[in-house]
């Protein structure tokens, strides 16, 4: 549980940044400093277009600011690749199937580290 | 992409609780004083850290070693500190004590001694610190209670030179 990333670092961005909640809120056009609150207590997600505005504001990438967010979807799509592999492979060849097997295969090889978790 | 264990730091005062989280010794998450004023400070208190374990999962406990010689802490405050130690019992966090002297060790290296040199040494560190830095304490004034946040800093700062010091001997 050490390691695992937050769900999102808003709150370390914006402190960061020595911004309030209420001048992130006006920045990025939202109802209210609760609103941003919210966010940050993971109580609520953002839109994709709050992220985006998110990764406007302190200019980095999304995956880092909703780092927890971005692994868990990780973690899913992999699995649920990995599974899509092994139902294709059992069922009968066609071109289009050996291909999505290649593709698969490929993106797989790529996140092995999801799966087997990352060497230390 | 892991990151590095995240440890959170408690330096509770007379005034609330001050807290850092970092995530190595480079990357501070947040940091503040959450104040404790009326009713039962302590259970207040509690309450607080318990939300902060929940929202931020830590893998460490920093807090102060109140029974080490030369620690001053009142009564009210070390039950606190005690109470804090059984929560993270609870949810098996790991607790690290560290005296005022072991703290003054850490930071010996830029000759720092006292607590406010400590906290300029943490605002150097941390410049995003810098604005909350208490002005040097008048003898006659009680302390800043912006001080427990660079308090909380430096011991979970000592957390991570002791653990360097640790694998290095290793």
């Avoid at chain 2, 850092?20 to 302590?42: C, F, P, Q, Y």
């Avoid at chain 2, 080490?68 to 070390?78: A, F, K, L, N, T």
């Amino acid at each position: 549980m050490s390691s695992e990333h937050l769900p999102n670092y808003l709150r370390a961005h914006r402190k960061w940044s020595a911004l309030s909640q209420d001048e992130v809120a006006f920045i990025l056009d939202c109802q209210s400093s609760k609103t941003v609150s919210r966010y940050e207590r993971y109580d609520r997600q953002p839109s994709l277009e709050t992220a985006l505005r998110f990764e406007a504001l302190f200019g980095i990438g999304l995956r880092e600011v909703f780092a927890g967010m971005f692994e868990q979807g990780e973690k899913i799509v992999v699995r649920n690749m990995q599974l899509l592999f092994e139902k294709l492979r059992a069922a009968p060849r066609d071109p289009r199937t050996a291909r999505k097997i290649r593709v698969l295969g490929s993106f797989l090889e790529k996140k092995r580290h999801v799966l087997v978790g990352p060497r230390r | 992409m892991m990151e590095k264990e995240k440890v959170l730091a408690l330096q509770p005062s007379s005034q609330g609780v001050g807290f850092a989280v970092l995530a190595g010794a480079e990357s501070i998450l947040d940091w503040g004083v959450k104040r404790t004023r009326s009713g039962n400070k302590n259970a207040n208190a509690l309450k607080v850290v318990q939300g902060m374990i929940q929202h931020y999962r830590p893998a460490v406990i920093v807090l102060e070693n109140h029974s080490s010689v030369g620690s001053r802490r009142q009564p009210r405050v070390q039950r606190l500190m005690d109470g804090i130690s059984r929560l993270a019992a609870k949810y098996r966090i790991a607790t690290c004590r560290f005296s005022r002297a072991q703290v003054r060790k850490a930071f010996a290296f830029a000759g720092a001694r006292t607590k406010q040199q400590i906290a300029s040494v943490v605002a150097e560190r941390f410049p995003e610190l810098a604005p909350q830095l208490p002005p040097p304490r008048k003898i006659w004034k009680s302390e800043d209670h912006r001080q427990s946040t660079f308090d909380a800093v430096s011991f979970a700062l000592t957390f991570y030179e002791a653990k360097r010091t640790q694998q290095r001997a290793a």
